[in-house]
């Protein structure tokens, strides 16, 4: 399934502002930058030059996203050519490439070094991923290559929203109370929950979405602890978040939710040192990935009931199964299969960052982010 839409005419100069967090302040530059993505004449691909002739290919192009696609490119200068493809980017599709100078994908095309090494050899000089996370590219062998590579910072309210929504679900016991529905069981027993206004909730990570996950959670009167290598100064000035060390966190904490990003240093950060140390009946959100949680001691805190209750949108290996239809499979992830199980365990497939408005963000940064690196002015480039 691919398309090609040529483009109309558009402005010689688009202005924008991009908001240049991404999900942990320790890895992000701060402040709204104003983004001027100029468009001149010529063919040079350094830095600065004009793009009039970009050719670029957007991969893994979902239908929900035809849409916002159509508006970008409808908005891009004439003589840039951008293509489309609802494939991944993998050594087998290396030849929709067709002479593509930027390529915007998602998680799903996976790039490192060899990887990158051909898109190289075939012309291409910028990468922009539709989405914060960027474990799954190389960042050091791309720019050993000289491949420019960015991410996306869509607006972070919709993933907030969906995290105090776990929150919820899990202090309300809400799984189980579904599942007693559908089979006409109304009693009580064992779905007595807990208010968010009594409890400490510890944030990890306060970039843009673990800021806007404590701006929600204000309006429930909540006590909130927050741990970052780079504290907000702003944040800690308002008087109602206090900044601690991690230990710290984990000890005090009712509720621990999970917003920092995926490294070599964060991963299975959430450990069984790390639940040791939390309090008994701790309740775990995690809307960032599923790597960052060591499995193994997440399933002992659940049977150990250390863990009062588990919500996950996301989960270790969850590649080739979030996002498809795996009905009639017999799926090869024993770990959710098992976690699954249990009646305090939520696990939604990947979705936070599903709305409207993220998702139409997504397609336009990653496709404004290609000329934004070409004329040197890109605010995410990693």
């Given at each position: 399934m691919n398309g090609r839409l040529p483009l109309v005419a558009g402005a010689s100069n688009v202005w924008a502002k991009v908001r240049s967090e991404g999900l942990c302040a320790a890895f992000v530059v701060r402040g709204l930058i104003p983004l001027r993505i100029g468009y001149s004449a010529g063919i040079a691909r350094e830095p600065g030059d004009g793009m009039d002739d970009m050719k670029i290919k957007v991969f893994e192009l979902r239908d929900d996203e035809r849409a916002a696609y159509d508006r970008v490119v409808g908005e891009l200068p004439a003589g840039c050519e951008v293509a489309w493809s609802a494939d991944t980017l993998t050594s087998a599709t290396l030849d929709m490439l067709d002479g593509a100078e930027?390529?915007?994908?998602?998680?799903?095309?996976?790039?490192?070094?060899?990887?990158?090494?051909?898109?190289?050899?075939?012309?291409?000089?910028?990468?922009?991923?539709?989405?914060?996370?960027?474990?799954?590219?190389?960042?050091?062998?791309?720019?050993?290559?000289?491949?420019?590579?960015?991410?996306?910072?869509?607006?972070?309210?919709?993933?907030?929203e969906f995290a105090v929504m776990l929150m919820l679900m899990a202090l309300r016991n809400y799984k189980p109370a579904m599942w007693r529905q559908q089979v006409n069981d109304y009693s009580l027993a064992g779905l007595?929950?807990?208010?968010?206004?009594?409890?400490?909730?510890?944030?990890?990570?306060?970039?843009?979405?673990?800021?806007?996950?404590?701006?929600?959670?204000?309006?429930?009167?909540?006590?909130?602890?927050?741990?970052?290598?780079?504290?907000?100064?702003?944040?800690?000035?308002?008087?109602?978040?206090?900044?601690?060390?991690?230990?710290?966190?984990?000890?005090?904490?009712?509720?621990?939710?999970v917003h920092i990003p995926l490294m070599e240093s964060t991963r299975g950060i959430i450990n069984r040192e790390a639940i040791a140390k939390m309090r008994d009946g701790v309740v775990l959100v995690n809307v960032s990935r599923g790597e960052l949680m060591d499995v193994d001691a997440l399933v002992e805190g659940i049977?150990?009931?250390?863990?009062?209750?588990?919500?996950?949108?996301?989960?270790?290996?969850?590649?080739?199964?979030?996002?498809?239809?795996?009905?009639?499979?017999?799926?090869?992830?024993?770990?959710?299969?098992?976690?699954?199980?249990?009646?305090?365990?939520?696990?939604?497939?990947?979705i936070a960052f599903y709305t409207d408005i993220d998702v139409d963000s997504m397609v336009e940064q990653g496709i404004r982010g290609i000329l934004a690196m070409a004329t040197g002015e890109c605010a995410t480039e990693l």
């Open positions: 930027g390529v915007v994908i998602v998680n799903k095309s996976p790039l490192d070094a060899d990887m990158l090494r051909e898109l190289h050899d075939r012309g291409v000089r910028y990468v922009a991923t539709r989405s914060i996370g960027f474990n799954h590219i190389d960042i050091d062998a791309a720019k050993e290559l000289g491949i420019h590579v960015c991410n996306t910072t869509y607006p972070p309210y919709g993933v907030a007595r929950g807990r208010e968010l206004r009594t409890l400490t909730v510890g944030v990890m990570g306060t970039g843009r979405i673990g800021r806007a996950v404590i701006d929600y959670l204000r309006g429930f009167g909540c006590k909130i602890l927050a741990y970052d290598p780079f504290p907000s100064e702003e944040l800690a000035a308002r008087g109602d978040v206090t900044y601690v060390g991690l230990d710290e966190l984990y000890a005090q904490s009712d509720l621990v939710t049977e150990s009931e250390k863990i009062g209750a588990l919500a996950m949108d996301v989960f270790p290996e969850e590649d080739g199964i979030y996002h498809v239809s795996r009905t009639h499979d017999i799926l090869a992830n024993r770990n959710m299969a098992y976690l699954r199980q249990f009646p305090n365990v939520i696990l939604t497939q990947h």
